[in-house]
Nanobody, 113 residues
Framework: QVQLVESGGGLVQPGGSLRLSCAASGIIFSRYIMDWYRQTPGKQRELVATIISDGGTGYADSVKGRFTISRNGAKNTVYLQMNSLKPEDTAVYYC???????WGKGTLVTVSS
């Protein structure tokens, strides 16, 4: 049974940083494309960052240069390092195994002074 568990969200001031984690069981991350999404009330989920099996990465324009996606194969965990956070980054963040219906339950990030 595949499980994805996000953690690391919280309240942070504008300009601050957070690191989100997505720990997986029942699946080997390194074999798949992994995505981080985010969603705010009333809006569709937005693809934020992607990491592919060879370690290549991609980012939404809105987070490029501020967010970094990475992967630890030994821990079967994907990370999202978020720096220079802005109020508009406030959302629930989800990880996903691309091409499947495997999603985590999300972790809330609130950027506010």
């Amino acid at each position: 049974q595949v499980q994805l568990v996000e953690s690391g969200g919280g309240l942070v001031q504008p300009g601050g940083s957070l690191r989100l984690s997505c720990a997986a069981s029942g699946i080997i991350f390194s074999r798949y494309i992994m995505d981080w999404y985010r969603q705010t009330p009333g809006k569709q989920r937005e693809l934020v960052a992607t990491i592919i099996s060879d370690g290549g990465t991609g980012y939404a324009d809105s987070v490029k240069g501020r967010f970094t996606i990475s992967r630890n194969g030994a821990k079967n965990t994907v990370y999202l390092q978020m720096n220079s956070l802005k109020p508009e980054d406030t959302a629930v963040y989800y990880c996903r195994v691309r091409g499947t219906n495997y999603w985590g339950k999300g972790t809330l990030v609130t950027v506010s002074s």
